[in-house]
């Protein structure tokens, strides 16, 4: 256990870490402790030993041996989860929510499609379609160049993702992380942002597929899909072809006489495999349109996105589909020309997104918040403030950020709250999870304990403006800016 | 929070977030389009429908009065080519044939050319699939039910269709240095000739009835007993199929005349009909033949010259054809254009002497008959959806605007509403955006361009 | 294939010519809308020569002067489309056909005049409408792409032609009516985190490109500067001066002879483009606004007129009120600003008096609507002695039609330009009667 610490210090040299004499049992005593499965102890104790919650409660036996912290004045949390994250996979960079959707806003007018360079990169996504050139692809969906279900999360994963660190000073330990390449970007995985290797770090896999709706050039370019109906018609001819798949291997099997035999199809094992798919929907019309899709496809399905959403409230509610809400709120874009004058609508949408937590915990949809990006520990802070703001409760936020994310992704029983035998991911705060003035003290991650800098708790100054926390309201100056 | 929901509401009240009421319009000039002009005419409105057209109508003692004492009622007006509220891409241009993809899965009813255009008392729109590709994607007929969601949106008993493109569109990614090729990188995508499109259409079809009939196999298998593996459903082949089985109708957007006689012959040997031929620039040099075969004419109203294959055109082209016995509509294709279909309509009285009512038709009864849903909609009779839209003088006049606008009876549009709205809107607006900047500290900016909407859709020229 | 087209280009325009030999008729028993006075019930019109001899209740008859019998007709000052591309542009989709858009920055020599194609079918097209006059002007305002520092700004000089002849040295009314101008615009501006990144766009800041669009104002004033230095070393004809065309192509302007067409959409382009003005004290035109915003009262305080394009376009904003558009003429009708109507085009060239009634529809008085298709348009042109309504000692261009000329349902039963009949067949006319008789 000690080699462990040691090894992590040297690799973290940033983020200094438990004097080197820590045992390997600790013990938080004394502390406000939200259990979030349970209620609230005001005053408790907690005990981690291999890296799983040995106890926890107001009648606890610290065993001999253990480190003891003294947690008067402090608050411990179970550790927070981002609901859909590339973090742990360096390099890759989520989709903005609203592309993501395939809003109409970002396709260039149909009459202006920007050819040359659309065609490339598009050419540059789709090598089979390049291949293909200059014949009728008259069967492009079932080549799939779009198609990456097959790729595992699980297997990308690397500790050396510097964003892990940040992540961690805002009190997160763990995420459901996706591959970010084509429509059907792969089988997500939930993680624990610590570990040796990346297969430390993995704690349940595959958790769903993550689908991106790719939309550009007008719908013209190479690689089929480029508009949003291409991309519908593409994932949903995906599904025929598992129904199809798995119809065609369970006759095969119970009849293998006289039948030739199906081909092994790499696409269809990895959508097979899924338990869940993630469904972009961020405007109004999008979650109207993602409902009916997810239904369509007869799939369990999640949505993300959802800034909008204000105004679908009893829609999702009434269709029972969890939902994971961009933390990146949409604000007014910086640098811009002062005589354009925005919409209505992305006024109402600026105003209200963050209102939207709020909104699910009083009517009851089952909620997670999402980093989309938002990779600071002070950004993520004031992100969650934002909706606590908004109306969101404190105990509400908390939830949202553990126990409802490992509902959503089946993993409530290992992880998501301080319960004897979950795993050992716990934030210590002085002061309430998400106020200004709060700190985090201490991290445990897998068992693993951080002490976060106040230096990365403050984060690089956001937008280059100097100093990190400036006394302004939190999540009003600068959320956004880092795009 | 609440207050802004609440104008949100307002304008959405503007998109008859009321009650089917029952409503009398009285003493307008009453333009039937297929049952002549009632001067001083009253129509009644019952549960979303014409109830009666008269003179003397008598109306229930709770029906709402419309006085329209010199105004014009006309048929809601009737768009047979539109790409307004399409989300995401108006072509799926990657492939010679894309009819798997569907118009129906993009509809945006917050796009506000959908208000716009209500404004000009349009009421019905064919969202198409633009015409990159010789079969283009699976198409929609929708009501303008602003305030609504799209599959509310969605006309119900309006049979589906599928867009065809023939000519330049769907051959310019084919040629060597046509629009969308150009650059070093950019490969050529099959076809670049007429004689390349007519292939495509051919050889889909061809794969279309070969599906069938696998189908057709397999199910007959089934019957006996067997227990055969499935085949694939294809996405792309189904709609062809139900183009085949008489259930989805084609609209093929065409220029020449040897394109538009190609298309008929190649339907002829493959046992379908063209429901529409859009566009249709030379459809008046080959008229008796797209008669013969019973399809529609779908035209622009003057457009030329904008590309080689429209420099035949004419505008009395609407003319001809319809005193070749076609029925011929006129369309929008454009955003812009489909706020003012009336005015477009007015064109063909200059342009080859269509009478008043020949003139209408053209944006009403016609374009309902080539959609399928003239029993429902497209003229002022009794029985039919009050869709209907009130003008302030003839609407064939250019000096006339549109005042209101009902859709199965619900108000959709009132011009005095409208302008109501306009100061409380703006002082709306800006208590936002002065909340948001003293949120910000300072003004920090606005995105350019991305909230105009300047451009006009017209993708199938 | 090829010659097929080509031979229709090379068909004459000038056909109509064969009808009347001469430039002198008399019109009676027609109702004269003179648009400058009220109308004559039953008036008469006497061209002598290609120009207006008389005109009234009662005109006898002249020698050597043809009579046609206007029964039933109404007669109207022959329409002028303010701005349009005819004559420079064929086929919108083929660059061999178009010549507009000359490459380079300042190009104050370049003469429309001399490309106008007196074949172009959109001459007989245009003028089948009523329209008798139109500015052709040499650049495209855009429509074929801007954006960089290579950006055009003075793209030559427009001519206003008459719709008829046979070469277009017979169809110039005024060779240089204006100098075609696209006054430079803070570009895109889409500020950092917002859309232009999303889509991978450019990102440069407000900041930025402001400094970029000042850059450019000063490289036009400079432009203008220069002109100054050449007319002065010009005047002082000293050793070496050398002719410089371009430059001497800027002396009308400079002047406040010609006046500079300026191309500016928005409120803060069209204040700029007046402070742009008074700076240089050169004379210009507004064209193509979108906007109005708070400049009516400037505009007016210059004697700034207006050339509106078309009425008939979308909202700039989803927020802007759905009758934008259709009100803004009447909102510089309101502000008491002089302005006329174009089109900027050359495939709707035709339909300039349509987007003048849609303005009517809204709010725009019908006479003001008629005057910026006629008379203002000739005085914002500069040859308001010559066109624009019916009165003594201006050209013989006249419609008569069957009714009010901006209504699409009115039939425009015949033209004359200088006094001559012209006649309204065309490529249309000609395919319809062509393809009726098709058994």
């Known amino acids: ?219 013209m370019g190479r690689a089929f899909p480029a508009s949003l109906m291409g991309n519908i018609a593409y994932i949903r001819q995906l599904y025929l072809d598992l129904d199809q798949y798995k119809r065609a291997k369970e006759t095969y099997a119970s009849n293998p006489s006289g039948n030739r035999r199906p081909e092994y199809d790499h696409d269809l094992e990895g959508l097979a495999e899924s338990p869940r798919i993630l469904l972009p929907a961020d405007q109004a019309q999008q979650i109207d349109r993602m409902i009916s899709f997810g239904q369509e496809l007869k799939v369990p399905y999640v949505l993300y996105g959802l800034h909008e959403a204000f105004k679908r409230v009893d829609q999702i509610k009434q269709a029972n589909v969890p939902a994971l809400i961009s ?125 976060p800098s106040k230096e990365l708790q403050q984060g690089p100054p956001a937008g280059g403006a100097p100093g990190g926390r400036r006394g302004t309201t939190p999540g009003n100056d600068s959320e956004g800016g880092r795009n | 929070m609440r207050r802004i929901l609440s104008i949100c509401t307002l304008l959405a009240a503007l998109g008859g977030l009321s009650g089917a009421e029952t409503i009398l319009i009285r003493n307008a000039t009453v333009l039937t389009v297929t049952k002549g002009t009632v001067e001083n005419g009253s129509v009644l409105i019952e549960n979303g429908k014409i109830a009666a057209i008269g003179k003397n109508v008598s109306a229930p003692a709770d029906a709402t009065i419309v006085d329209a004492t010199g105004k014009y009622l006309m048929p809601g007006i009737i768009d047979c080519h539109s790409h307004t509220a399409i989300e995401g891409g108006v072509n799926e241009g990657t492939l010679s044939d894309s009819s798997m993809v569907n118009i129906k899965d993009v509809i945006n009813p917050y796009d506000i050319n959908i208000y716009r255009a209500l404004a000009g008392g349009l009421t019905i729109s064919n969202v198409l699939h633009g015409s990159a590709n010789a079969i283009g994607g699976q198409t929609i007929v929708i009501k303008l039910r602003w305030g609504k969601t799209a599959p509310e949106m969605i006309m119900e008993g309006a049979k589906p269709g599928i867009k065809f493109a023939l000519g330049e569109n769907p051959k310019r990614a084919g040629e060597p240095q046509g629009f969308f090729t150009q650059g070093a990188a950019a490969e050529r995508r099959y076809p670049g000739t007429r004689m390349g499109v007519e292939e495509v259409i051919r050889e889909s079809f061809t794969e279309a009835k070969n599906y069938q009939a696998e189908w057709k196999d397999y199910n007959d298998r089934v019957v006996r007993g067997e227990h055969p593996i499935p085949p694939r459903k294809d996405l792309r082949l189904e709609p062809l199929v139900e183009v085949l089985e008489g259930k989805r109708y084609v609209h093929a957007h065409c220029y020449r005349s040897d394109e538009i006689l190609m298309l008929i012959r190649v339907a002829d040997e493959m046992g379908f009909k063209i429901r529409t031929f859009q566009h249709v620039l030379e459809g008046y040099k080959v008229a008796r033949e797209i008669k013969e075969h019973g399809a529609g004419a779908s035209t622009f109203s003057d457009w030329w010259a904008y590309k080689i294959e429209a420099y035949d055109a004419t505008p009395y082209n609407a003319a001809i054809m319809t005193r070749k016995g076609v029925v011929v509509s006129v369309n929008s294709d454009s955003d812009e254009l489909q706020r003012h279909l009336n005015l477009e309509a007015a064109k063909t009285m200059r342009y080859g002497g269509m009478t008043p009512t020949e003139a209408l038709a053209m944006v009403t009864i016609n374009p309902a008959k080539q959609l399928g849903i003239d029993d429902k909609v497209g003229s002022i009779e009794v029985g039919k959806s009050a869709d209907l839209a009130l003008f302030d003088q003839d609407p064939l006049s250019n000096y006339s605007k549109c005042l209101k606008v009902w859709i199965d009876g619900h108000e959709y549009f009132d011009r005095d509403k409208d302008l109501e709205t306009r100061p409380k809107f703006q002082q709306e607006k800006k208590q936002l955006l002065d909340k948001e900047n003293a949120q910000q500290g300072q003004r920090t900016g606005r995105p350019a361009g991305a909230n105009t909407a300047a451009t006009p859709k017209e993708e199938g020229r | 294939m090829r010659t097929s087209w080509l031979a229709l280009l090379l068909a004459p325009a000038a056909a109509g010519l064969l009808i009347a030999a001469d430039n002198s008729v008399l019109v009676r028993n027609v109702d004269v809308h003179p648009v400058t006075g009220p109308e004559i019930h039953n008036g008469a019109v006497l061209v002598i020569d290609g120009k207006i001899a008389e005109v009234g209740a009662r005109v006898a008859p002249r020698a050597g002067a043809r009579v046609v019998d206007g029964h039933g007709l109404q007669l109207y000052p022959g329409m002028i489309n303010a701005a349009t591309n005819v004559g420079l542009e064929e086929i919108e989709s083929i660059r061999d056909t178009i010549d507009l858009d000359e490459i380079g920055t300042f190009n104050p020599e370049l003469r429309a005049e001399i490309a106008f194609n007196p074949s172009s079918e959109h001459i007989e097209v245009t003028r089948a409408a009523g329209i008798t006059t139109v500015i052709a002007l040499p650049g495209s305002g855009g429509r074929g792409g801007r954006g960089g520092a290579a950006s055009p700004v003075i793209t030559g000089q427009g001519a206003l032609m008459h719709l008829e002849g046979w070469t277009w040295e017979d169809m110039a009314v005024k060779p240089s009516a204006v100098m075609d101008m696209l006054f430079p615009e803070i570009q895109g501006g889409g500020g950092r985190g917002g859309f232009a990144a999303l889509l991978g766009g450019p990102t440069r800041t407000y900041a930025e490109e402001e400094k970029l669009y000042k850059q450019k104002l000063d490289q036009i004033s400079q432009f203008f500067n220069e002109a100054r230095e050449y007319k002065a070393a010009k005047a002082a004809a000293g050793p070496g001066f050398k002719r410089d065309i371009r430059l001497e192509a800027m ?90 109507f174009g089109t900027f085009d050359v495939e709707f060239a035709r339909n300039v008096p349509f987007e003048a009634a849609q303005a009517v529809a809204f709010g725009l008085p019908k006479d003001a609507a008629l005057k910026g298709l006629t008379i203002n348009s000739a005085e914002i042109l500069g040859v308001g002695n010559e066109l624009g309504s019916i009165e003594k000692g201006k050209m013989g261009d006249f419609i008569l039609t069957d009714g009010d000329p901006l209504e699409a349902k009115t039939n425009i039963k015949q033209m004359f330009i200088g006094g001559r009949e012209v006649s309204l067949e065309s490529r249309h006319t000609r395919e319809y009667e062509k393809w009726m008789k098709r058994p």
């Open chain 1, 1 to 219: 256990m000690k080699h462990h610490y040691a090894l992590l210090a040297a690799a973290l040299a940033i983020a200094p870490l438990a004097p080197a004499e820590v045992p390997g049992n600790i013990a938080i005593k004394d502390a406000h402790i939200v259990t979030v499965s349970g209620a609230d102890l005001p005053k408790a104790t907690i005990v981690l030993r291999n890296g799983l919650i040995e106890d926890v409660g107001t009648n606890v036996t610290i065993p001999p041996g253990t480190w003891v912290i003294d947690g008067t004045g402090l608050t411990v949390y179970p550790g927070f989860i981002d609901a859909l994250s590339t973090w742990g996979i360096p390099g890759a960079i989520p989709a903005p929510a609203g592309r993501a959707a395939g809003a109409a806003a970002q396709s260039p007018p149909a009459q202006t499609p920007a050819p040359a360079q659309a065609l490339t990169q598009a050419q540059q996504q789709n090598p089979i379609e390049a291949e293909n050139a200059g014949r009728p692809n008259v069967h492009g969906p079932e080549d799939r160049p779009q198609t990456y279900s097959f790729e595992r999360a699980a297997d990308l994963i690397t500790p050396t993702d510097n964003r892990l660190e940040a992540a961690r000073a805002a009190g997160f330990t763990s995420a459901a992380t996706f591959p970010n390449r084509g429509i059907v970007e792969g089988l997500g995985a939930v993680i624990d942002l610590s570990g040796e290797r990346g297969r430390d770090m993995v704690v349940a896999q595959p958790v769903g597929q993550q689908i991106l709706f790719r939309v550009g050039g007008g719908g």
């Open chain 3, 251 to 340: 002396i009308p302007v400079i002047d406040g002879q010609l006046p500079l067409f300026v191309r500016a959409e928005r409120e803060r382009m069209i204040k700029d483009a007046i402070e742009f003005a008074d700076k240089e004290k050169v004379k210009i035109i507004i064209a193509d606004p979108r906007e109005m915003g708070s400049t009516g009262p400037m505009l007016k305080a210059h004697n700034i007129p207006v050339v509106l394009g078309k009425t008939f376009q979308l909202p700039m904003r989803d927020d802007d009120p759905y009758d934008a558009p259709y009100t803004l003429p009447n909102e510089f009708y309101k502000a008491g600003v002089k302005f006329c």
């Open chain 1, 327 to 451: 933390l990146k709120w949409p604000v007014a874009p910086r640098d811009a020309d002062p005589t354009d004058i925005p919409n209505y609508r992305d006024l109402v949408i600026r105003e209200q997104a963050p209102a939207v937590a709020g909104m699910f915990a009083k009517a009851g949809v089952k909620f997670a918040f999402y980093s989309d990006g938002v990779d600071t520990a002070p950004e993520l802070k004031r992100a969650v403030k934002k909706a606590m703001d908004a109306g969101l409760s404190r105990a509400d936020a908390v939830r949202a950020l553990t126990l409802n994310a490992a509902e959503i992704y089946g993993v409530a029983d290992r992880m998501g709250s301080l319960d004897k035998g979950k795993i050992a991911n716990v934030v210590v705060t002085k002061g309430d999870a998400f106020d200004d003035r709060t700190t985090v003290e201490y991290v445990f991650v897998d068992g693993a304990m951080y002490q």
